[in-house]
Nanobody, 115 residues
């Protein structure tokens, strides 16, 4: 079944790093854009970073310089390298993929930044 499988979340101390991954199943074809969203408790979902099939990247101001999005097209996988993590980065992170025909959401992975 078509799905996005996320991994890499967990508990990390402030200043630490995590790398999230999002792998699209082989049945998902023609991915144009892959995005990372996050949603903290009581807050609206926000776009964190995105990358297109052409390699163009975009970041929220709050994470620019700390987070890096990348992709391995052959593996249908996108990564989010998160450095210098802050408590305000705590959220459920969701992967999103857009194809020419439809969109997909990952199940979400919890990132908690705390001492």
């Amino acid at each position: 079944q078509a799905q996005l499988v996320e991994s890499g979340g967990g508990l990390v101390q402030p200043g630490g790093s995590l790398r999230l991954s999002c792998a699209a199943s082989g049945s998902i074809l023609n991915i144009n854009t892959m995005l990372w969203y996050r949603q903290a408790p009581g807050k609206e979902r926000e776009l964190v970073a995105g990358i297109t099939s052409a390699g163009t990247t975009n970041y929220a101001d709050s994470v620019k310089g700390r987070f890096t999005i990348s992709a391995q097209n052959a593996k249908n996988t996108v990564y989010l390298q998160m450095n210098s993590l802050k408590p305000e980065d705590t959220a459920v992170y969701y992967c999103f993929a857009q194809t020419f025909s439809r969109t997909y959401w990952g199940q979400g992975t919890q990132v908690t930044v705390s001492s």
